[in-house]
């Protein structure tokens, strides 16, 4: 009895103590199409960035501009500029999935904006 009585006084008074800081590693999954889009030229990006956009259901008849926006957690970020006056952020996943938005509804869900990096800005291992 006093050995359960010692042994439960013991683990309240560790209440409160936590264990030293480990560093987190990060990890991140690529897919090949994450990594390909970087090699496209031009044309093709928006040939498959449209196709994209078609996929999900909505429209886009001709990408007046593109590019990479940068990484948001696990997804790939991209912009298409439409014909039609639309511009759309893509998020592509390490399953090769697309997400499509309005870029123009991405601040009220707080994600990035849909602002083009530097040509030549890919995420390493792209």
């Known amino acids: 009895m006093r050995a359960a009585t010692a042994a439960l006084i013991m683990l309240l008074g560790a209440c409160g103590q936590s264990a030293p800081d480990k560093p987190v590693r990060q990890i991140r999954v690529r897919s090949p199409e994450q990594d390909q889009l970087h090699k496209l030229d031009e044309m093709n990006r928006a040939i498959a960035l449209k196709r994209a956009i078609h996929a999900s259901g909505l429209k886009c ?3 007046d501009k593109s590019g990479y ?8 970020m991209w912009t298409a500029s439409c014909s039609d006056k639309r511009d759309w952020a893509l998020f592509v996943g390490p399953d090769a999935s697309v997400q499509v938005r309005l870029c123009k509804d991405l601040a009220r ?3 990035p904006a849909c602002v083009i990096k530097t040509q030549g800005k890919s995420p390493a291992g792209a």
């Open 61 to 63: 008849v001709r990408i």
């Open 69 to 76: 926006v940068g990484e948001y957690r696990n997804l790939s």
């Open 109 to 111: 869900h707080g994600l």
